[in-house]
């Protein structure tokens, strides 16, 4: 059975730094992307990074492109989503997703439904909290 478990969400001043982490169990995605996105409360789940199964090739919301950078570790099949600067406007449950199959991705662009919609499994989210 295939689980994304994020950690390392909390509470952090307008400014400040935090690093998430996503473990994956069940299998491996040393070749698949991998992903983050968020969901602030009353709004639709927003694409963040994506990262190839390789980690040579990223990809970024214009939204947090230059303050939040993601990396991989096949090894330990983890990815990382590093958040500096972080903005009151960042609170959010934070989520870890896998592509199944990563042989036809294709990134579409910064469109957030779209790349929701491409990614199979999902972490149960961890929450960010960020105050002003």
């Known amino acids: 059975q295939v689980q994304l478990v994020e950690s390392g969400g909390g509470l952090v001043q307008a400014g400040g730094s935090l690093r998430l982490s996503c473990a994956a169990s069940g299998r491996t995605f040393s070749t698949n992307v991998m992903g983050w996105f968020r969901q602030a409360p009353g709004k639709e789940r927003e694409f963040l990074a994506a990262?190839?199964?390789?980690?040579?090739?990223?990809y970024y919301a214009g939204s947090v492109k230059g303050r939040f950078t993601i990396s991989r570790d096949n090894a330990k099949n983890t990815v990382t989503l590093q958040m500096n600067s972080l903005k009151p406007a960042d609170t959010a449950v934070y989520y870890c997703?896998?592509?199944?199959?990563?042989?036809?991705?294709?990134?579409?662009?910064?469109?957030?439904?779209?790349?929701?919609?491409?990614?199979?499994?999902w972490g149960q989210g961890t929450r960010v909290t960020v105050s002003s």
């Open positions: 990262i190839s199964g390789s980690g040579g090739t990223t």
């Open positions: 997703a896998a592509d199944r199959d990563s042989s036809g991705f294709y990134y579409p662009g910064d469109n957030s439904r779209r790349l929701t919609s491409m990614f199979d499994y």
